[in-house]
C-alpha cells in the first residue's frame, strides 16, 4: 500500500548505458515530479507531469526523457549515461496543480516522495 | 542569483527547542512555504507549510515574518529520532514570466544528541 513507489531502488551501470527508472503513485494525485539529489544532498527539480503533460522541464540534458503513460505513472528514461549522472532520484506526487496568482504550482501543493533509486554509473 | 539558503548544520540535545531559519528574498508572491523532513535512503516527507504569519500542527511550528522572505522551522523539545535532513522549499520567482522556479533550500543536518 505504499504511496508512491520506484523501481528498482539501486542501479548500477556502465557508462554509455541506456536505463529507465519507475515511479509509480496510488494516491490519485494528478501532478507527478522527478528530482535529482546529489552527493552534497541538493534536491533539484527535473520535471513535472500534470495529468501526462509535461509543464516543468528545468535545464536537464535531453539524454533524459520523462513519459507519462497515465497519471498515475511517471517514468524516467536515460540514454548514454555519464558519471555526473551518478545521484539518487526521487519521484513525487502533488494533489493538483493550480494556477492562482499566476504561479504554475498553485498554492499548498504538498508533495509525497518515493522512496528514491540510487544510480551507480561506473 | 536568487536561491535559498539555510544552515548547513545544527546541533542540539534531547529535549531542546530547535529553530531553523530559511532565507528567501526572491519567494514568489502567491505560493506557500513547506518544509520535509529527511531521514537517510529515504525520500522527503511533509512536515509544516504555511503562507504568512505562524502556523502549528502536533509536530512543528512555523514562523514567517510578513515580508516573507524568510521561515523558521521550530521544532519543540528534540529527541534523537527527530535527527535528520531538513529542507525548506518555495517557489522562486523568476522575473518577467508568469512562472517561479521550485526550489529547495541546501538542507540542514540537525544532530540531536542525548
Known amino acids: 500500500d505504499t504511496a508512491v513507489s520506484q523501481t528498482p531502488k539501486y542501479l548500477v551501470t556502465q557508462m554509455g548505458n541506456d536505463k529507465s527508472i519507475k515511479c509509480e503513485q496510488n494516491l490519485g494525485h494528478d501532478t507527478m515530479y522527478w528530482y535529482k539529489q546529489d552527493s552534497k544532498k541538493f534536491l533539484k527539480i527535473m520535471f513535472s507531469?500534470?495529468?501526462?503533460?509535461?509543464?516543468i522541464n528545468e535545464t536537464v540534458p535531453n539524454r533524459f526523457s520523462p513519459k507519462s503513460p497515465d497519471k498515475a505513472h511517471l517514468n524516467l528514461h536515460i540514454n548514454s549515461l555519464e558519471l555526473g549522472d551518478s545521484a539518487v532520484y526521487f519521484c513525487?506526487?502533488?494533489?493538483?496543480?493550480?494556477?492562482?496568482?499566476?504561479?504554475?504550482?498553485?498554492?499548498?501543493?504538498?508533495?509525497?516522495f518515493g522512496p528514491g533509486t540510487r544510480l551507480l554509473v561506473l | 542569483l536568487a536561491k535559498t539558503t539555510q544552515p548547513i548544520s545544527m546541533d542540539s540535545y534531547e529535549g531542546q527547542e530547535v529553530n531553523i531559519t530559511c532565507s528567501h528574498n526572491n519567494i514568489a508572491t502567491n505560493d506557500y512555504i513547506t518544509w520535509y523532513q529527511q531521514f537517510p535512503s529515504q525520500g522527503p516527507r511533509f512536515i509544516i507549510q504555511?503562507?504568512?504569519t505562524k502556523v502549528t500542527n502536533e509536530v512543528a511550528s512555523l514562523f514567517i515574518p510578513a515580508d516573507r522572505k524568510s521561515s523558521t522551522l521550530s521544532l519543540p523539545r528534540v529527541s534523537l529520532s527527530d535527527t535528520a535532513v531538513y529542507y525548506c522549499l518555495v517557489v522562486i520567482a523568476a522575473g518577467g514570466t508568469s512562472y517561479g522556479k521550485l526550489t529547495f533550500g541546501q538542507g540542514t543536518i540537525l544532530t540531536v544528541h542525548p
Open positions: 507531469y500534470n495529468n501526462k503533460e509535461l509543464i
Open positions: 504555511g503562507y504568512k
Open positions: 513525487a506526487s502533488s494533489q493538483s496543480l493550480g494556477t492562482s496568482g499566476g504561479s504554475v504550482y498553485g498554492r499548498g501543493e504538498t508533495q509525497y
